[in-house]
């Protein structure tokens, strides 16, 4: 069935380092590829999305790209700061809504 | 527009009792999708409902726990006779009725059981 894998947690980064978080789906048809981020004690936001292949979403220094050939949207950012640290979760749609078990990223000053 | 309202935020409840969570999605959306988040752990698809019908329950536990999005008001997850073990943070989500759109989250309700 339709399901997301993404990188075990958690990562913690100095400021100004380099993420990669890696996320592969599983998915039937056409779906679009989101990666939300979730802040200590609140629900998830929306960070970035792609709804078709090679498409990119970005925001906030955020990137992703669809890759269809290698099923994956791995998030990226160049320079991290204090203000990253956030669990961050990749879905795909399907059926409904499928969510990675999460990444929690602790960026240190 | 509002977002996902969800109430109440914080919800504590004696072991028996039962649970009412309330969730009103977004103006226009008619799709409804309700997680739970154990501390330090992800996220646990629970139900997908539409008005008036479940779609997928398949995260949901056969006992004690269901969910409805009547006609008219909010969505409602109900847990029957809580145990310790369903303390957790609840989080409804809703998105329009195209598929690949995003969905928007509420911020949650946390139910403590004591």
């Known amino acids: 069935g339709d399901s997301v894998t993404q990188m075990e947690g958690p990562v913690t980064l100095s400021e100004e380092a380099f993420l990669t978080i890696n996320c592969t789906y599983t998915?039937?048809?056409?779906?679009?590829l989101f990666w939300y981020v979730q802040y200590p004690g609140e629900g998830l936001q929306l960070l970035l999305k792609a709804t078709k292949a090679d498409d990119k979403g970005s925001n906030k220094g955020f990137e992703a790209t669809y890759r269809k050939e290698t099923t994956s949207f791995h998030l990226e950012k160049g320079s991290v700061q204090v203000s990253d640290s956030a669990v961050y979760f990749c879905a795909t749609t399907g059926n409904q809504f499928y969510f990675g078990t999460g990444t929690s990223l602790t960026v240190i000053p | 527009n509002a977002g996902v309202m969800q109430n109440p935020r914080h919800l504590v409840r004696r072991r028996g009792q039962e649970a009412r969570l309330r969730c009103s999605p977004m103006k226009g959306h008619s799709h409804v999708y309700w997680y739970r988040q154990l501390p330090e752990e992800g996220l646990k698809f629970m139900v997908y409902l539409q008005k008036e019908n479940i779609i997928d329950e398949s995260g949901m536990p056969k006992e004690r726990f269901s969910a409805e999005f009547p006609k008219e008001g909010p969505s409602i997850l109900r847990i029957q006779q809580v145990v310790r073990g369903d303390s957790a943070a609840y989080f409804c989500a809703s998105s329009p009725s195209d598929m690949n759109t995003e969905a928007f989250f509420g911020q949650g309700t946390r139910l403590t059981v004591v």
């Open positions: 998915a039937t048809g056409y779906p679009s």
